[in-house]
């Protein structure tokens, strides 16, 4: 069984290039009104670093854009464990990690010198002025000092964001299956930009109990060298998946190597379809509303 799982995988790594949905090179310029410089960083916690720069096109109007913006979201771990007992017994359970929102005084801290700095209130600040400022002039209490300016530097100096053909998904998300079937549910975590997804991580999750948090994920398991052989196996295909959706621009990406396959009891005939869905802008069902305690 190993070895036909190691076979699978070998093949599938030789025709991903195949995929369900047609790649013709189309030209979705006309889509936006504004260009985009993006910088990303991203760590095996989960967290994605952002730094946009938003300008007009010429002919179109200003609008009272922000044009600099800075983010983090947290695309692995849905739940904080800061989560307090008040947010549970309220039922105001976050379910996405933001940075800045729900986080420690310090991080709230930090944001809000972040928005000082890009004029989130105004939007006046310049690009010229940005780059005179001097990170030595600047103490944050929590976050990289580091990687907020080496990002904003990359942005501000780096190339446009290339136009894709996904006009229409959010900029961010981290979705769910409804509800465990056999056990799990997948989840997809993605951020896009100019019709392009950039980053993708597509999990595992096992029901333990009946809390909104009761549930093991295949990467952590992965992690603490838990998984059993096949669950390794099933999570390689997993990122190959992902890594194959952000490099081509395809959520169907060789959807038709994988779509039949079963690896550790893992049916991905559902992962088909759950990507099948956000291609065809049907991922409202996905979206994990705010889960009740106990």
């Known amino acids: 069984m190993k070895r036909l799982i190691r076979i699978l995988l070998s093949v599938l790594c030789a025709c991903f290039a195949v995929s369900c949905s047609d790649n013709k090179n189309e030209s979705y310029e006309d889509t936006w009104v504004f260009n985009k410089k993006v910088a990303r960083q991203t760590y095996s916690d989960g967290w994605t670093y952002t730094f946009d720069y938003l300008y007009i096109k010429d002919g ?4 009272g854009i922000i044009p600099f913006t800075f983010t983090g ?3 692995r771990y ?9 947010q549970e017994a309220n039922n105001q359970i976050p379910v996405i990690q933001i940075l800045g929102n729900n986080g420690s005084p310090e991080i709230e801290h930090d944001m809000q010198l972040v928005s000082n700095i890009l004029d989130y209130e105004h939007g006046n600040v310049t690009e010229e002025e940005l780059l005179k400022i001097n990170p030595d002039d600047i103490t944050f209490e929590e976050l990289d000092k580091e990687l907020f300016f080496s990002l904003m530097d990359e942005a501000l100096n780096g190339e446009e964001h290339k136009v894709g053909k996904y006009s229409d998904i959010p900029t961010y998300a981290l979705l769910t299956e409804p509800e465990y079937l056999d056990g799990y549910k997948f989840q997809i975590g993605f951020l896009a930009d100019m019709g392009c997804v950039d980053v993708m991580f597509i999990d595992v999750l096992y029901e333990c109990g009946n809390n909104y948090n009761d549930y093991i994920q295949l990467s952590d398991s992965i992690d603490d060298g838990n998984a059993t052989s096949e669950q390794v196996q099933a999570f390689e295909l997993l990122e190959l998946i992902s890594n194959g959706v952000v490099e081509e621009n395809n959520l169907m990406y060789g959807c038709d190597t994988y779509k039949n396959e079963v690896i550790s009891e893992i049916n991905f005939s559902r992962l088909y379809t759950f990507l099948d869905d956000i291609e065809s802008n049907n991922y409202s069902k996905y979206i994990v509303p705010v889960r009740q305690h106990g």
């Open 73 to 75: 979201i947290n695309l």
């Open 60 to 63: 179109f109007e200003d609008e």
């Open 78 to 86: 849905r739940y904080s464990n800061d989560v307090s007992f008040e």
